[in-house]
């Protein structure tokens, strides 16, 4: 019989620690989503890939913002085409990175492109997170046209993500564990017209 009532308290002590956790554990909200995306040739070779990105922040992030820390944003974009029960196969693919800091001293955001090191200056969050998306979401495909099937159902594939990777590692923990920064699930994909 104390074998079977320890154990019952154990599954009690158990159930109650995993709700006390999952109750702690904020909700994760998409901080980053990608509501549309198109393409337009630039020649023969060349696609641009435009992604229309809402951006906010969360709490975490700004704090990290006002303490003088970088935050490092990637986006990619993939051009591949679906082999049936094989899944999809890349044809061309790229990414983009952008930094986002803060100035205190002279109340300004700094928003630089990762590639051509392009430094773009914005007096108020919504306007430097309005620069970001646009610097993240256009990206520049080089594309072979032999690899282009004829007949084949080609799609694009698109996500961007906060690089996690180029926090202090107290942050990167922070943000994993809260939740803090999500994108939507998964890739963004469209076909390619």
């Known amino acids: 019989m104390r074998c079977s009532g320890a154990r019952a308290d154990g599954m009690r002590l158990v159930l109650g620690v995993v709700v006390l956790w999952v109750c702690l554990l904020p909700a994760a909200a998409a901080a980053t989503e990608i509501r549309q995306a198109d393409s337009v040739w630039q020649g023969e070779d060349r696609l641009l ?76 969050l919504g306007d430097a997170l309005e620069i970001l998306a646009r610097r993240l979401g256009r990206i520049a495909l080089e594309v072979d046209p032999e690899e282009l099937r004829p007949g084949a159902q080609h799609q694009f594939a698109a996500r961007v993500q906060l690089d996690h990777g180029a926090l202090p590692l107290p942050l990167q923990w922070e943000t994993r564990l809260r939740g803090a920064y999500v994108t939507q699930p998964g890739w963004y994909r469209w076909s390619l017209d």
């Open 49 to 124: 890939v435009r992604l229309y990105l809402d951006m906010e922040l969360p709490e975490v992030l700004l704090e990290a913002l006002e303490n003088g820390i970088g935050i490092h944003f990637l986006s990619e974009v993939r051009l591949e085409y679906r082999r049936g029960l094989f899944g999809e196969r890349p044809v061309a693919q790229a990414s983009r990175r952008a930094r986002l800091e803060y100035y205190a001293l002279s109340r300004h955001y700094v928003i630089t492109d990762g590639a051509s090191r392009r430094v773009d200056l914005a007096p108020t």
